[in-house]
């Protein structure tokens, strides 16, 4: 119960802010050595219910909006969404059991925090009204590579919106926009995988679930505020951290 209540914390904090989120839920178990459902991608499933939640709860007016009177910006983000949902059925064998190894998380966590560094460089003057076709396939093809553990979906997308000239604020919020469909769409996909999993222990899944609810709230919350007039570069000195940690951990394992 330790274990699901403090990972489901850990992500719920890390879905959305830009130092991924699945790099931890892969690496904190195999540093304690934890294991069992905990340890497995259904656990994993079952915290991203509760992260995909907190989308829905803190952007529900934006939604509302959207639905009701913006249904250009609502296409857009249908149309933004296909890339990531064509690259996750074809690929989504190899990431499984090839990617979400602590050597491949080290490399994205540099690589794509370099990125987010150069990202904050562009002069950004657009809004959330300026999205059009172009700029919208930009971010949903850069969600395309937060498949691989280590990129961080919201760390990506932010960039991509900053590289298409867009205010980090406005970026930020067409980012986490453009995920809730991408994210809903994967949890349903993968419910039958959760139902199975809740014959073993409810609680435990129970338990993660609420936890990542109501900590991806809370860093929402925390986000969209400190974008307004902070950088995302403490997020990259943490992720570079983090890759050092990783390495040296693998070399002292040999």
């Known amino acids: ?146 498949l691989i553990p280590g990129v961080s979906r919201s760390g990506i997308t932010i960039a991509a919106g900053l590289f298409a000239g867009y205010q980090r604020q406005d970026a930020a919020r067409f980012s986490f926009l453009l995920s809730t469909p991408a994210v809903l769409g994967a949890t349903i996909l993968e419910s039958p995988a959760i139902l199975k999993g809740l014959d073993a222990d409810i609680s435990v899944f129970l338990s993660g679930f609420l936890c990542s609810l109501v900590a991806g709230l809370a860093a929402l919350g925390f986000l969209m505020k400190f974008l307004k007039r902070n950088p995302v570069t403490v997020f990259v000195y943490y992720r570079f951290l983090l890759a050092g940690g990783i390495i040296l951990t693998l070399c002292l394992r040999g």
């Open 1 to 146: 119960m330790f274990e699901s209540i403090f990972l489901g914390i850990v992500q719920g904090l890390t879905e959305f802010i830009p130092v991924s989120s699945t790099a931890h839920l892969v690496l904190l178990p195999e540093f304690f050595g934890w294991s069992g459902l905990v340890n497995s991608l259904t656990f994993d499933i079952a915290l991203h219910f509760g992260t995909t939640a907190a989308l829905l709860g803190y952007f529900w007016k934006d939604w509302l909006d959207i639905l009701l009177n913006r249904r250009k910006l609502l296409l857009l983000i249908v149309l933004g969404t296909v890339p990531v949902g064509i690259v996750g059925i074809l690929f989504k064998d190899l990431i499984s059991d090839h990617l979400r190894r602590m050597d491949v998380i080290a490399a994205m966590l540099v690589l794509f925090g370099g990125v987010m560094l150069l990202s904050e460089r562009t002069k950004t003057r657009k809004t959330l009204a300026d999205f059009n076709i172009r700029d919208v396939l930009i971010v949903g093809f850069a969600q395309t590579l937060a």
